[in-house]
């Protein structure tokens, strides 16, 4: 049976997943879960995943419900070789870093801003949240100097999570023009993962559009 994913394509998270199965030419199911008509909350999708948050994958009964954990697995278990996740104990780790950098402060410093538009009803992007923002861009930065890679000397699943999530900053407004490195970079992304823009191209414009008509197209710029 073919890997299931529970996917809502404005979500950068969930777009990270489809991002890694399409690389790695796997056949998924995709079935939307729209968060914007509360489908997270229904009880059928909530016996999958009691957070209520996407991606949840299903692999023949095996159910996971993050999008660093699922693109570990899927690698782990239908990679052709190691590179996107070395099996070397120090390369790893590296990968894992970013994976945790990309999941505790450049996922939650975009959600911060996002999350109270789309779904609150805020009208505005503080400050403070905006420069958080930039501050992040900046530490990313610093790590694509060595190489042009966030973790090593390739590319790795952790330049997918975080290149889909500086995507989306991107499309909703976010200047890059100070960030050389990783303009580069999300273009070296968008060519180098096969299929990544089929996975990601609907969703950075829904993302980005509706932001920046709800805020206007100037909040993420200092």
């Not at 991606?55 to 190691?82: F, Q, W």
């Not at 990783?182 to 990544?196: A, E, M, N, Q, V």
Request: hydrophobic share 40%; net charge negative; aromatic share 10%.
């Amino acid at each position: 049976m073919p890997v299931v994913l529970y996917h809502f394509s404005p979500s950068p998270p969930s777009r990270v997943a489809l991002t890694v199965a399409k690389a790695l030419g796997i056949d998924v199911t995709v079935k939307i879960i729209d968060l914007f008509k509360n489908e997270h909350l229904q009880e059928e999708y909530l016996k999958i995943n009691p957070e209520h948050t996407v991606p949840a994958m299903d692999d023949n009964g095996l159910i996971l419900h993050d999008s660093h954990v699922i693109a570990t697995y899927l690698v782990s278990r239908y990679g052709k070789d190691e590179s996107l996740y070395p099996k070397d104990v120090k390369q790893r780790a590296l990968v894992d870093q970013r994976l945790y950098f990309e999941a505790t402060i450049l996922l939650p410093r975009l959600r911060a801003t996002t999350y109270p538009v789309f779904f609150l009803g805020k009208r505005n992007v503080d400050a403070d949240a905006r420069d958080a923002i930039y501050e992040a861009l900046g530490n990313l930065e610093k790590y694509l100097e060595p190489t042009g890679w966030v973790a090593g000397d390739h590319a790795t699943v952790a330049d997918i999570s975080c290149s889909v999530t500086v995507a989306s900053l991107e499309a909703i407004g976010v200047d890059m023009s100070a960030y050389p490195k990783i303009r580069d970079w999300l273009k070296r992304c968008r060519s180098t993962f096969r299929g990544y823009e089929e996975a990601n191209a609907e969703g950075e414009k829904l993302i980005g559009d509706g932001i920046k008509s709800l805020v206007g197209p100037k909040a993420y710029l200092r």
